[in-house]
Structure formats: C-alpha cells, structure tokens
Nanobody, 115 residues
Framework: QVQLVESGGGLVQAGGSLRLSCAAS????????MGWYRQAPGKQRELVAW???????NYADSVKGRFTISRDNPKNTVYLQMNSLKPEDTAVYYC?????????WGQGTQVTVSS
C-alpha cells in the first residue's frame, strides 16, 4: 500500500556531507511523523531524527548541530542533510513514516564515512 524509496547514500570522506531522501508512494491521505533510524554493525538500531507534519523536529544527541531533517508534504518526502560526517556515522540508514499509527519502513541505504 505504502512504499518508501530512499536515495542519497554512499561513501564520503570524514568531514564531508551527504543528503538522504525518502519519498513515500502509494495511496496516502496523510503522513504523521517521518524520521530516520540507523544501525551500525554490531549495534542496536537507533533513532537519529524525526519530524512532525507541522515541521517540529528532534535529534539524537550524537548528531545535534550536524544533521538537519526536513520534509516536503506535497511530495510526501523527507530529507536528512548530514554535515561534518564522522566515521562513527557509518551505518545503514532507514526511513520511517507513520500513517494512522502504523509504521512503514524503507529498505535502508548504506552510509560509509572513511577516515
């Protein structure tokens, strides 16, 4: 019914930047919260950032001041601008969208930061 398609992952040098995008498709009347999670090898999945439909955002302490989440409601798209990337940011990043209290997930996109 609802599919999330991610793009923008890749390999970048420490200190560089990447911009992740996630577009929701299908029959969607309204998306509540959208967010980004990540999971590094041997680590638990963690919430990186999320944003409400009205535009209120929150961030994990580890990325505050470096990452910015935004959304385009007419396009059903959420973005994650990642600056000053560090090797510890290396992980698979997953897009999430909440529609009437149901969670939809993207397939994940690899972000690798080399030192």
């Amino acid at each position: 019914q609802v599919q999330l398609v991610e793009s923008g992952g890749g390999l970048v040098q420490a200190g560089g930047s990447l911009r992740l995008s996630c577009a929701a498709s299908g029959i969607i009347l309204s998306i509540d919260t959208m967010g980004w999670y990540r999971q590094a090898p041997g680590k638990q999945r963690e919430l990186v950032a999320w944003i409400t439909r009205a535009g209120s955002s929150n961030y994990a302490d580890s990325v505050k001041g470096r990452f910015t989440i935004s959304r385009d409601n007419p396009k059903n798209t959420v973005y994650l601008q990642m600056n000053s990337l560090k090797p510890e940011d290396t992980a698979v990043y997953y897009c999430n969208a909440v529609v009437r209290a149901y969670n939809y997930w993207g397939q994940g996109t690899q972000v690798t930061v080399s030192s």
